[in-house]
């Protein structure tokens, strides 16, 4: 199965802080690449999504940067807020896959006030 | 994006009986899949829930575990069956609508076998 690999497994911010996570991805085919926030009892929101023909993407305080060559992208949250505490999901999606999330590891994000 | 209704949200069930999942959307999807996220970890994909036809299983699930239907474009089922305390996990309802390239989740069932 092709892989979707995330990290790190978790991750503490101070409260306006920058939290960085990162993914890196096998399936050359893929060409969606969607940032999931689950919070407890709640199914997985997407937050933000990325295409590969454009290296960056940025919707508030999240943003995606993409590097095709090293197969690799991942998730900024700017000015981190306690409200950001959750955990963050990459995911992949295309070619053979086609309309199959493939998703990573997952990361806890803590942000501290 | 679409809205998706998931029943029932939670259950504890006796190991050796079935329970049926039910996920209804509120317009017409292009594909329906139904993945499990047992506790602390990531979502795996059971299966592609396929509109009056057999579903399309992922490697290590198989249909008489895992029976789904899906007799229209708005709404599946997704069945465990012979249930163990290994069935206990989060199982998720997903659509995908191929117009806006946007995948919805369900919030979830919640199983717990006893």
């Known amino acids: 199965q092709q892989q979707v690999k995330q990290s790190p497994q978790s991750l503490i911010v101070q409260k306006g802080g920058i939290s960085i996570i990162n993914c890196a991805y096998e399936n050359t085919a893929f060409d969606y690449f969607p940032w999931y926030q689950q919070f407890p009892g709640k199914g997985p929101a997407l937050l933000i999504a990325?295409?590969?023909?454009?290296s960056e993407k940025k919707e508030g305080r999240f943003t995606i940067s993409f590097n095709k060559s090293a197969k690799q992208f991942s998730l900024h949250i700017m000015d981190s807020q306690p409200g950001d505490s959750a955990t963050y999901f990459c995911?992949?999606?295309?070619?053979?896959?086609?309309?199959?999330?493939?998703f990573g590891q997952g990361t806890i994000l803590t942000v501290h006030p | 994006s679409a809205v998706i209704s998931q029943k029932p949200s939670r259950d504890i069930c006796q190991r050796g009986t079935s329970l049926t999942i039910q996920c209804q959307v509120d317009?017409?999807?292009?594909?329906m899949f139904w993945y499990r996220q047992q506790p602390g970890q990531s979502l795996t994909l059971i299966a592609t829930?396929?509109?009056?036809?057999?579903?399309?299983?992922e490697s290590g699930f198989v249909i008489d575990k895992f029976p789904i239907s899906r007799p229209n474009l708005t709404f599946s089922t997704l069945t465990v069956s012979n249930m163990s305390p290994e069935d206990s996990s989060i199982y998720l309802c997903?659509?995908?609508?191929?117009?806006?390239?946007?995948?919805?989740f369900g919030s979830g069932t919640r199983l717990t076998v006893v």
């Open positions: 995911a992949g999606a295309g070619g053979t896959s086609y309309g199959k999330l493939t």
């Open positions: 317009s017409q999807v292009t594909m």
């Open positions: 990325i295409r590969p023909d454009v």
């Open positions: 997903s659509v995908l609508k191929i117009s806006s390239y946007g995948y919805t």
């Open positions: 829930a396929n509109q009056g036809s057999e579903a399309t299983y």
